[in-house]
T-cell receptor
């Protein structure tokens, strides 16, 4: 079974530029997450989708971050314009149905973003 | 809101030492509890889980028991190996939301 695919693996941009990350979840997984992991911290949820609807985006900085999940499959996360503090690893994860007790989330390798 | 608190790290142990990593949580309702692990150069992966009080999750020699009375889910292993060197995250799911602790780095020396 293929895992969660993310691209690119690494990205270096200058502040005020824009960047986009792509995620392809495991086939059949209804729930998709984007997390931000700053060095030395635990993953912080940015946005959670159930199929193509947003379940939780309370911690997404909406003035600069946006995400979409067209057709309930692939997802993109965009930052525009980027700030230095956006330097982090961006993790995508998926699960079958998050409402089921013990449902496991499967993670991609992440995209390491460096803003200079 | 939901939160997970892990003990401060990093932790360095000699091979075959006993390991305990503390984790406590705050959540509404009855959360499911997880330990995820991130090996060097790899993505996060599930290590073990428990879905109700007094359940014990176990995998690869690691164990953790869901303690509702102390709201804890401490990770233990009787004899660590060099290959256990990784970052360990305690996490919970409550109200369909997956929340992580800060993580702790474990280094095991030969």
């Amino acid at each position: 079974e293929a895992g969660v695919a993310q691209s690119p693996r690494y990205k270096i941009i200058e502040k005020r530029q824009s960047v986009a990350f792509w995620c392809n979840p495991i086939s059949g997984h209804a729930t998709l997450y984007w997390y931000q992991q700053i060095l030395g911290q635990g993953p912080k949820l940015l946005i959670q989708f159930q199929n193509n609807g947003v379940v939780d985006d309370s911690q997404l900085p909406k003035d600069r971050f946006s995400a979409e999940r067209l057709k309930g499959v692939d997802s993109t996360l965009k930052i525009q314009p980027a700030k230095l503090e956006d330097s982090a690893v961006y993790l995508c994860a998926s699960s079958l149905v998050q409402t089921a007790p013990g449902a496991e989330a499967f993670f991609g390798q992440g995209t390491r973003l460096t803003v200079v | 809101g939901n939160s997970v608190t892990q003990m401060e790290g990093p932790v360095t142990l000699s091979e075959e030492a006993f390991l305990t990593i503390n984790c406590t949580y705050t959540a509404t309702g009855y959360p499911s509890l997880f330990w995820y692990v991130q090996y060097p150069g790899e993505g996060l992966q599930l290590l073990l889980k428990a879905t109700k009080a007094d359940d014990k999750g176990s995998n690869k020699g690691f164990e953790a028991t869901y303690r509702k009375e102390t709201t804890s889910f401490h990770l233990e292993k009787g004899s660590v190996q060099v290959s256990d060197s990784a970052v360990y995250f305690c996490a919970l799911v409550a109200n369909s939301k997956l929340t992580f602790g800060k993580g702790i780095t474990l280094s095991v020396r030969p």
